[in-house]
């Protein structure tokens, strides 16, 4: 029997119940934000997302942006040009909740 197995055998022996039952366990929600119109990230809707998540026992793990396209003009008016060029993106957020803790 292995000492630090509290079912015994070899790690790799183990069932996935065991397994399960030897850790905490924790459940991911992930929520995604798009850019405002001018390609900006919306800050205020950010920050009401993480707050409630906050809120309901999750903590933010991971974000990362995903680029979805390319917003561009331009405009011309007695003689003078103007551009607008913006990246659109999906600003994604991945929230991480701990549902049941392995009593040690």
């Known amino acids: 029997m292995n000492e630090n197995s509290k079912f015994g055998g070899m790690p790799g022996e183990r069932s996935e119940e065991e397994i399960m039952e030897l850790n ?3 459940e991911y929600d992930v929520v995604s934000l798009l850019d405002k ?3 900006g990230v919306d800050i ?3 920050n009401e997302v993480i707050a409630f998540h906050a809120s309901k026992g999750w903590r933010l793990v991971f974000a ?3 680029e979805i396209g390319h917003d561009s003009s331009l405009s011309e ?3 003078v ?3 607008i ?3 659109i993106d999906q600003n994604v ?3 991480e909740r701990c549902v049941r803790r392995y009593n040690r």
């Open 81 to 83: 040009s103007i551009g």
């Open 44 to 46: 205020e809707r950010m």
């Open 85 to 87: 060029n913006a990246t």
């Open 37 to 39: 119109e001018h390609g």
């Open 24 to 26: 905490d366990i924790y």
């Open 64 to 66: 990362f942006p995903n």
């Open 77 to 79: 008016l007695a003689g």
């Open 93 to 95: 957020l991945i929230f």
